[in-house]
């Protein structure tokens, strides 16, 4: 499913629960994609023409708790000429790529042999903290952004997950620090900057 820009209709799929009046279950499992521009004009940062107040009332619109949910954040910038004529097409195949994921599933599937789960986003994180510590010192940059309100408990725990899911793609077993604060700058995406400082 991907909903772009986000910013403009996140309200429009949200009203699709919110209309029943109750929470419906969908035999489905489906990875959400959302896109959304910085500011209503989508320039380019030096042409942009947006005021800040309208930068900050566009941005807004994206509410705390549906950010919440979502485990990944990633800005990107505009693409340049540069860019578009340095990549023609050679950038790494997909088919490279899947068999990288396939691997790093059947890395998970090896772990959760005879539990429920067959990957990390099936496993609840108190089970996840329970069964397969991370060490502690790995995990003090993910504690401290919880400590300073960058990170809910949902987010903890979704960090939690990510970062088994670096550990599984570099084929390292139990995630190190840099696997830890890999997933917590995705989980963060722009704020990121404002933990590792
Ligand atoms: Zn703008």
Redesign the pocket.
Known sequence: MCLTPCASRWRAALSVSGGVGGTATYPARFCLLLAANP?????TESS???RPLQ?ASYLSRLSGPLLDRIDVQVALGAITRGDIQAERGVGEASALVAERVAQARTAALMRYVGTPWRTNADVPPTALQRQWPIARAALEVVGKAMDDGHLTVRGYGRVLRLAWTMADLGGVGTPRKGDVDLALGLRLGPRWTAVAA
């Open positions: 500011c209503p004009c989508a320039r942009c023409t947006c930068r």
